[in-house]
Protein backbone atom coordinates (compact mmCIF):
# COMPACT_ATOMS: atom_id res chain seq x y z
CA UNK A 1 0.00 0.00 0.00
CA UNK A 2 1.54 4.08 -0.76
CA UNK A 3 -0.16 6.98 0.50
CA UNK A 4 -0.60 9.90 -1.60
CA UNK A 5 -0.73 13.35 0.12
CA UNK A 6 -0.74 16.69 -1.32
CA UNK A 7 -2.78 20.02 -1.85
CA UNK A 8 -5.11 18.78 0.62
CA UNK A 9 -6.17 15.37 -0.24
CA UNK A 10 -4.96 12.38 1.40
CA UNK A 11 -5.26 8.54 -0.36
CA UNK A 12 -4.15 5.33 0.23
CA UNK A 13 -3.39 3.17 -2.50
CA UNK A 14 -3.63 -0.61 -3.14
CA UNK A 15 -0.74 -3.18 -3.68
CA UNK A 16 -0.54 -2.41 -7.37
CA UNK A 17 -2.09 0.64 -8.27
CA UNK A 18 -0.41 3.68 -9.28
CA UNK A 19 -1.48 7.37 -8.66
CA UNK A 20 -0.70 11.19 -8.05
CA UNK A 21 -2.00 14.27 -6.67
CA UNK A 22 -1.49 17.58 -8.76
CA UNK A 23 -2.62 20.75 -9.15
CA UNK A 24 -2.40 23.08 -12.12
CA UNK A 25 -1.70 26.84 -12.23
CA UNK A 26 -4.88 29.15 -11.44
CA UNK A 27 -6.97 25.51 -10.89
CA UNK A 28 -8.07 23.23 -8.06
CA UNK A 29 -6.13 19.95 -7.09
CA UNK A 30 -6.45 17.05 -9.02
CA UNK A 31 -6.23 13.25 -8.00
CA UNK A 32 -5.57 10.30 -10.31
CA UNK A 33 -5.20 6.82 -9.45
CA UNK A 34 -5.33 3.32 -11.85
CA UNK A 35 -4.69 0.26 -11.14
CA UNK A 36 -2.55 0.22 -14.16
CA UNK A 37 0.58 2.64 -14.90
CA UNK A 38 -0.56 5.79 -15.22
CA UNK A 39 1.09 8.77 -17.72
CA UNK A 40 2.70 11.71 -15.87
CA UNK A 41 1.35 13.93 -17.67
CA UNK A 42 -2.77 14.02 -17.95
CA UNK A 43 -5.63 16.38 -17.67
CA UNK A 44 -7.49 16.33 -15.04
CA UNK A 45 -10.16 13.48 -16.07
CA UNK A 46 -7.56 11.25 -17.23
CA UNK A 47 -8.13 11.46 -21.16
CA UNK A 48 -4.18 9.82 -21.80
CA UNK A 49 -4.71 7.59 -18.75
CA UNK A 50 -8.36 6.29 -20.00
CA UNK A 51 -7.28 6.07 -23.61
CA UNK A 52 -4.41 3.43 -21.93
CA UNK A 53 -6.71 1.21 -19.71
CA UNK A 54 -6.41 -2.22 -20.41
CA UNK A 55 -8.92 -4.57 -20.47
CA UNK A 56 -9.92 -5.42 -16.28
CA UNK A 57 -8.95 -1.51 -15.61
CA UNK A 58 -10.01 1.04 -12.94
CA UNK A 59 -9.50 4.49 -13.22
CA UNK A 60 -10.31 7.32 -10.48
CA UNK A 61 -10.06 10.85 -10.93
CA UNK A 62 -11.45 13.37 -8.12
CA UNK A 63 -11.15 17.02 -9.83
CA UNK A 64 -11.39 19.86 -7.70
CA UNK A 65 -13.74 23.03 -9.48
CA UNK A 66 -12.39 26.92 -8.81
CA UNK A 67 -14.84 28.73 -6.91
CA UNK A 68 -16.71 31.76 -8.66
CA UNK A 69 -18.49 33.07 -12.14
CA UNK A 70 -21.77 31.06 -10.42
CA UNK A 71 -19.76 28.17 -9.43
CA UNK A 72 -20.60 27.58 -5.48
CA UNK A 73 -19.31 24.99 -3.09
CA UNK A 74 -22.53 23.53 -1.60
CA UNK A 75 -24.94 24.52 -3.94
CA UNK A 76 -26.79 22.93 -6.94
CA UNK A 77 -24.66 20.69 -8.96
CA UNK A 78 -22.26 20.57 -5.93
CA UNK A 79 -25.10 20.11 -2.76
CA UNK A 80 -24.06 16.61 -2.11
CA UNK A 81 -21.84 16.74 1.28
CA UNK A 82 -19.70 13.37 0.64
CA UNK A 83 -18.30 11.45 -1.76
CA UNK A 84 -19.91 7.84 -2.18
CA UNK A 85 -17.87 5.05 -0.67
CA UNK A 86 -19.71 2.52 -2.43
CA UNK A 87 -20.58 2.55 -6.30
CA UNK A 88 -23.26 1.20 -7.61
CA UNK A 89 -22.88 -0.64 -10.75
CA UNK A 90 -25.77 0.41 -12.55
CA UNK A 91 -24.61 4.03 -12.25
CA UNK A 92 -21.80 2.65 -15.00
CA UNK A 93 -22.67 3.39 -18.84
CA UNK A 94 -20.82 4.80 -22.21
CA UNK A 95 -22.61 7.99 -20.96
CA UNK A 96 -20.58 8.41 -17.97
CA UNK A 97 -17.72 8.81 -19.84
CA UNK A 98 -15.78 12.00 -20.87
CA UNK A 99 -15.07 10.40 -23.76
CA UNK A 100 -16.48 6.98 -24.53
CA UNK A 101 -14.71 4.21 -25.76
CA UNK A 102 -15.47 1.03 -26.50
CA UNK A 103 -15.37 -1.71 -23.38
CA UNK A 104 -15.52 1.51 -21.24
CA UNK A 105 -18.17 2.79 -18.32
CA UNK A 106 -18.07 5.49 -16.33
CA UNK A 107 -19.97 7.34 -13.86
CA UNK A 108 -19.13 11.00 -12.29
CA UNK A 109 -20.74 12.62 -9.24
CA UNK A 110 -19.90 16.22 -8.31
CA UNK A 111 -19.98 17.08 -4.07
CA UNK A 112 -18.39 19.71 -1.75
CA UNK A 113 -15.59 18.67 0.78
CA UNK A 114 -14.44 20.88 3.39
CA UNK A 115 -15.89 23.68 1.40
CA UNK A 116 -14.14 22.85 -1.85
CA UNK A 117 -16.13 21.83 -5.04
CA UNK A 118 -15.04 18.45 -6.68
CA UNK A 119 -16.20 15.73 -9.45
CA UNK A 120 -15.52 12.00 -8.77
CA UNK A 121 -14.85 10.57 -12.40
CA UNK A 122 -14.64 6.73 -12.38
CA UNK A 123 -13.86 4.56 -15.19
CA UNK A 124 -13.81 0.54 -15.70
CA UNK A 125 -12.78 -1.48 -18.25
CA UNK A 126 -13.61 -5.06 -19.24
CA UNK A 127 -16.47 -7.51 -18.81
CA UNK A 128 -19.02 -6.60 -16.65
CA UNK A 129 -18.64 -9.80 -14.85
CA UNK A 130 -15.46 -8.25 -13.52
CA UNK A 131 -17.35 -4.86 -12.56
CA UNK A 132 -17.92 -6.41 -8.59
CA UNK A 133 -14.54 -7.15 -7.88
CA UNK A 134 -13.37 -3.58 -9.66
CA UNK A 135 -15.87 -1.42 -7.70
CA UNK A 136 -14.88 -3.14 -4.75
CA UNK A 137 -11.29 -1.88 -5.26
CA UNK A 138 -12.35 1.57 -6.29
CA UNK A 139 -14.76 1.62 -2.60
CA UNK A 140 -11.31 0.40 -0.98
CA UNK A 141 -9.38 3.73 -2.52
CA UNK A 142 -12.57 6.07 -1.48
CA UNK A 143 -13.12 4.86 1.80
CA UNK A 144 -9.09 5.71 2.26
CA UNK A 145 -9.68 9.19 0.38
CA UNK A 146 -9.37 12.42 2.89
CA UNK A 147 -10.01 16.10 2.03
CA UNK A 148 -8.36 19.03 4.48
CA UNK A 149 -9.17 23.26 3.49
Known amino acids: MSVLEAHGLRVELPRGWSGRIF ?30 MPAGGCFVAVAEYVAGAGLEPGKGLFASRRIPHTLDPTA ?19 FTATGRPFCLYVVVSGPRVERRRQLAAISGVLRSLRFSP
Open 92 to 110: FSSRGLAHPRPGQAGMQHF
Open 23 to 52: RRPAGGASLHAGNFQLPLQDGEFGDRSTAR
